[in-house]
Structure formats: C-alpha cells, structure tokens
C-alpha cells in the first residue's frame, strides 16, 4: 500500500504570497492532519479533516486554512506569507479517531 | 491537558551501547503513547505505540518502550546502537476525546552515534 504523499517536497516564497501544499493520504484513511513543524517552535497541530470536514483546529492565524476532498485528498492554504511562516509542513493520515498517524515526507516552504 | 516532555535534547552513544530517551506525559485519561523517528530531510517514522494493552512495547529496527503509569514514563530503548540509529526521536501523546484527534509531541532527542 503506498503511503501519504505530499507534494510538492519544496517551495520558495516571497513574503506577502500564498501558498498551496497538497497531501494523498493512505488509501482508505478518511482523516487527515495538518502539523508544523520549526526549530524554535518543534511539531504543532494545525487541523484535521476527516470527511471533507474540519472536526478541529490549531491556535493559529486565520491566514491557515485547509480543506478536504470527497477522495480524501487535503490541501492546506496559506496566505499573506510571513518569514515565520517558513517551516517543514507535515500530513498524516489515520483511519479515524484514536488511531495511529502515518506521516508524509512534508512540504519545506521557505519565505524571503 | 495532556503534555510530553523529553529530557535530554541531544544524546550521545557508542556503537553497540544502549540507547535510552526519556519521555515523561502527563494525561488526565489513560493515554496513547507513540515514538517516531525523523531522519534529515524527511518526515515522521513510526516507531511504536502504547494503546493499553501490554506495558512493554516492541517496535521496529529493535527499538522497545515501557509503559510505566506510577512514573508518567515512556522511555525508549535499544540494547545495542547502530549508526543507522543517528536521527531525531520524538515522543508523543494522543488527544482524541472531545472531537479531538490529534498529536501532542516532546520537543525531541536527537541521537548521535559515534564509531
């Protein structure tokens, strides 16, 4: 069985810009998490979809969003970029509540 | 509130030494416990995970963790390293009451191995 891929594995951005980061989860798995991860801040939940839903979310800005396909695919959007936003974004998929989190390689956006 | 905390940012070890990090959680429900491991460059590696059933965990490439609830513990342990060991270990617990289902992780212990 393949696992969850993201694409695409880098990006470069100017401030001001958005950003569109996309991620295949496990065939089968129906919930998709979002986390960021950074040196000063280490590994932090954005959100989770399961469904084409948002069942919950991360203390972050508005300017993160996301959302999920009827093929459970997911993208997460940013907008507005800011330096801080530069960071290794990571997907994991799950069958659903309470199981375990399988993780893409992660998208690496870096803003100048 | 569930927390993770990882004593020992970097550890270091010989070849064929024990590894041994250290993660203590505080949960207020009996928790679910995960390792993962990260090389450079890339994402999230499961390792193990502890969901109420055996204390004593095995997990991939010889790793194994203890859960032990008087000591809020879950270390992580390896009898001998390997220089393929050399990478981040992160150790997490899962929130997934309340509509939640998501990963509360340590800042991380990245281990060297050296010849």
């Known amino acids: 069985k393949a696992g969850v891929t993201q694409t695409p594995r880098y990006l470069i951005k100017t401030r001001g810009q958005q950003v569109t980061l996309s991620c295949s989860p496990i065939?089968?798995?129906?919930?998709v998490s979002w986390y960021q991860q950074t040196p000063g801040q280490g590994l932090q939940f954005l959100f989770e979809?399961?469904?084409?839903?948002?069942?919950n979310k991360g203390n972050f800005p508005g300017r993160f969003s996301g959302r999920q396909f009827s093929n459970s695919r997911s993208e997460m959007n940013v907008s507005t970029l800011e330096l801080g936003d530069s960071a290794l974004y990571l997907c994991?998929?799950?069958?659903?509540?309470?199981?375990?989190?399988?993780f893409g390689p992660g998208t690496r956006l870096t803003v100048l | 509130a569930q927390s993770v905390t990882q004593l020992g940012s970097h550890v270091s070890v010989s070849e064929g030494a024990l590894v041994l990090l250290r993660c203590n959680y505080s949960?207020?429900?009996?928790?679910?416990l995960f390792w993962y491991v990260q090389y450079p460059n890339q994402g999230l590696q499961l390792l193990l995970k502890?969901?109420?059933?055996?204390?004593l965990v095995k997990g991939i490439n010889g790793f194994e963790a203890e859960f032990k609830k008087s000591e809020t513990s879950f270390h992580l342990t390896k009898p001998s390293a390997h220089m393929s060991d050399a990478a981040e270990y992160f150790c997490?617990?899962?929130?997934?009451?309340?509509?939640?289902?998501?990963?509360?992780f340590g800042a991380g212990t990245r281990l060297a191995v050296h010849p």
């Open positions: 502890y969901t109420s059933a055996a204390t």
């Open positions: 997490a617990v899962m929130l997934f009451s309340g509509g939640y289902n998501k990963l509360i």
């Open positions: 065939s089968g798995h129906r919930s």
């Open positions: 979809y399961f469904s084409e839903t948002q069942r």
């Open positions: 949960s207020s429900v009996p928790p679910y």
């Open positions: 994991a998929s799950s069958l659903g509540q309470g199981d375990t989190q399988y």
